[in-house]
């Protein structure tokens, strides 16, 4: 790297993920110096001494990647699954990053920031993120909130979970006769592989992973897409789930009745395409003519480096997002 490049201001975003954890380094101008894809970091799941174990070995091929030492970045910002849902695991993971940057320039939240951050350049507006759970985030002249994010028990209304859930619920009945079979009820006897439809009970339940249940949302699409209308219903109620979420981010936010609202999205769910963007449009502009839904400028991995630079108090500006988005994909990532 030279010597020029080694003196200007370095952002470090690290998204993390119930499935991947993405690492990249950028610098004021908005050049991508290094990226680096490692595994999950949901901490709920695999406990904070396995987070530090992905976060070393992140950081350091990262680092390597781009031929500097840790102290060399700015700030950093650290977008984690499930963080601040629970008080006292927060602590921990607040104390992780220093000892592997060598400095406290940085800041850990939840991953939800990462998407707002990417998909609408770290500009005032609402993110939804519609992956393996649901969560709205947003902000506005400084302030911020969330909405949703409850879970896969008791919440994650539109999610990809979600949405399995209702297709898993909608194969039963129309296994037993309560419903008409349709397309949904073939495309997940073939995609699992069932001589019995029972034996669905034994393949779900002795699964117990979230990610592998959420997968089955794309049989629900596939069935949406050959002409299920029951599938379509299940993408129809998602939209109108997610617009909920949406709308109570606005409210807490404050925005005006006649104040324009920008509005993004990232997540798995969304590569379903005009099957959900079309309902979430919709449902968004029957509760709202100042909502614009607007697609997404770069994956939430490229947010959490903008954030990080938002954060040091150096902003990125409209070129160097610009330069961003056109190096890197503008994803909505699972």
């Given at each position: 790297?030279?010597?020029?490049?080694?003196?200007?201001?370095?952002?470090?975003?690290?998204?993390?993920?119930?499935?991947?954890?993405?690492?990249?380094?950028?610098?004021?101008?908005?050049?991508?110096?290094?990226?680096?894809?490692?595994?999950?970091?949901?901490?709920?799941?695999?406990?904070?001494?396995?987070?530090?174990?992905?976060?070393?070995?992140?950081?350091?091929?990262?680092?390597?990647?781009?031929?500097?030492?840790?102290?060399?970045?700015?700030?950093?910002?650290?977008?984690?699954?499930?963080?601040?849902?629970?008080?006292?695991?927060?602590?921990?993971?607040?104390?992780?990053?220093?000892?592997?940057?060598?400095?406290?320039?940085?800041?850990?939240?939840?991953?939800?920031?990462?998407?707002?951050?990417?998909?609408?350049?770290g500009a005032d507006g609402i993110n939804?993120?519609?992956?393996?759970?649901?969560?709205?985030?947003?902000?506005?002249?400084?302030?911020?909130?969330?909405?949703?994010?409850?879970?896969?028990?008791?919440?994650?209304?539109?999610?990809?979970?979600?949405?399995?859930?209702?297709?898993?619920?909608?194969?039963?009945?129309?296994?037993?006769?309560?419903?008409?079979?349709?397309?949904?009820?073939?495309?997940?006897?073939?995609?699992?592989?069932?001589?019995?439809?029972?034996?669905?009970?034994?393949?779900?339940?002795?699964?117990?992973?979230?990610?592998?249940?959420?997968?089955?949302?794309?049989?629900?699409?596939?069935?949406?897409?050959?002409?299920?209308?029951?599938?379509?219903?299940?993408?129809?109620?998602?939209?109108?789930?997610?617009?909920?979420?949406?709308?109570?981010?606005?409210?807490?936010?404050?925005?005006?009745?006649?104040?324009?609202?920008?509005?993004?999205?990232?997540?798995?769910?969304?590569?379903?395409?005009?099957?959900?963007?079309?309902?979430?449009?919709?449902?968004?502009?029957?509760?709202?003519?100042?909502?614009?839904?607007?697609?997404?400028?770069?994956?939430?991995?490229?947010?959490?480096?903008?954030?990080?630079?938002?954060?040091?108090?150096?902003?990125?500006?409209?070129?160097?997002?610009?330069?961003?988005?056109?190096?890197?994909?503008?994803s909505a990532e699972p």
């Open positions: 790297m030279s010597a020029t490049r080694m003196s200007a201001p370095l952002f470090l975003g690290v998204d993390g993920g119930g499935t991947k954890t993405h690492f990249v380094l950028v610098d004021g101008d908005g050049h991508i110096l290094a990226a680096h894809e490692g595994p999950s970091s949901y901490y709920v799941a695999l406990g904070i001494d396995a987070v530090r174990r992905v976060l070393v070995a992140g950081l350091a091929a990262l680092f390597d990647q781009a031929g500097i030492e840790p102290h060399a970045v700015t700030h950093a910002f650290f977008g984690l699954p499930a963080y601040g849902e629970d008080s006292a695991a927060q602590a921990l993971l607040d104390a992780l990053p220093g000892p592997l940057l060598g400095h406290r320039r940085y800041r850990c939240g939840n991953d939800m920031v990462c998407a707002w951050a990417g998909s609408l350049g939804i993120v519609a992956g393996t759970g649901s969560i709205g985030y947003g902000e506005r002249r400084g302030a911020s909130a969330r909405a949703g994010g409850w879970g896969e028990v008791f919440g994650d209304e539109g999610s990809a979970y979600w949405i399995a859930v209702q297709g898993l619920n909608l194969f039963t009945r129309m296994s037993d006769g309560r419903l008409a079979k349709g397309p949904l009820h073939k495309a997940f006897t073939t995609a699992l592989g069932l001589t019995r439809d029972l034996d669905i009970c034994a393949r779900i339940l002795n699964a117990r992973d979230r990610g592998a249940i959420a997968a089955l949302s794309q049989l629900v699409a596939r069935a949406a897409q050959d002409g299920d209308t029951l599938a379509v219903r299940v993408f129809d109620d998602a939209a109108r789930e997610l617009s909920a979420v949406i709308d109570a981010v606005r409210q807490a936010l404050g925005f005006a009745s006649d104040e324009p609202v920008a509005v993004s999205y990232s997540g798995g769910v969304f590569n379903a395409g005009p099957l959900i963007l079309d309902p979430l449009r919709q449902r968004l502009a029957d509760l709202s003519a100042r909502y614009h839904l607007e697609t997404p400028i770069v994956a939430p991995s490229i947010g959490a480096a903008i954030y990080a630079a938002k954060l040091a108090g150096t902003p990125l500006s409209a070129n160097a997002i610009q330069r961003l988005q056109t190096d890197s994909p503008s």
